[in-house]
């Protein structure tokens, strides 16, 4: 059986459970950072989040350009053409998720502003290094740092519903092939579910 390498193994999961991770936060400070009694928590818990989706952001380059160099494992030969064509878009989708969600998430950051209201809150990364505004959005005139907090946060949050709807159907589809279909698709990102009398060739990717 053919199979990623433990390189790309390693980017799959650790940037799927930052992500994860990512979206519960998100979720839990929408309702938080509006409520007087869990702010202070919800605004420390937002130190995390944008901690967390830059580091998300920095690994899903870094495996894009692994990717690049080791291309994957081929799909099954009985694998028809249809799903050849949905699971090449689900892959280029969740590339573009994974750098555009949380290029959203920055570049709404980086104009401060929530609401109706500016803020001053830098962005610093796991409490180590401030990391600085994009295209100096903080510096623009109120209706226009206003105008773009709206547009990039609805467009963050649109990316993660639409991650969250990928990632049902991209678990779904891994288990219709190792459960109904019994091919090494799932095996190829999980080792420990190839079968022990099954031979395992150099990886590809």
């Not at 099954?76 to 969740?94: K, M, Q, V």
């Not at 180590?128 to 709206?150: W, Y």
């Not at 219709?176 to 080792?191: N, S």
């Amino acid at each position: 059986m053919v199979r990623y390498n433990r390189v790309a193994i390693a980017f799959h999961w650790l940037i799927a459970a930052l992500i994860i991770i990512n979206l519960g936060l998100g979720w839990w400070m929408g309702d938080a950072l509006n409520d007087s009694a869990s702010r202070n928590t919800a605004a420390n818990t937002f130190q995390w989040h944008k901690s967390i989706g830059l580091s998300v952001l920095a690994l899903s380059l870094l495996r894009l350009s692994w990717r690049l160099l080791h291309p994957a494992p081929a799909l099954p030969p009985h694998t028809p053409p249809w799903e050849r064509f949905a699971a090449s878009a689900t892959h280029g989708l969740f590339y573009a998720l994974m750098l555009g969600l949380p290029l959203s998430g920055w570049l709404y950051v980086s104009t401060q502003w929530r609401g109706d209201a500016p803020m001053t809150v830098p962005t610093l990364w796991f409490g180590l290094f401030e990391v600085p505004h994009l295209l100096a959005l903080n510096t623009q005139d109120d209706t226009a740092r206003q105008a773009i907090a709206g547009t990039t946060l609805q467009a963050h949050e649109i990316l993660s519903s639409v991650f969250i709807l990928l990632l049902v159907l991209h678990v779904a589809a891994a288990f219709r092939h190792h459960l109904m279909l019994r091919d090494d698709i799932l095996a190829r990102m999980i080792p420990a579910l190839s079968s022990a009398d099954k031979s395992t060739l150099p990886s590809n990717g």
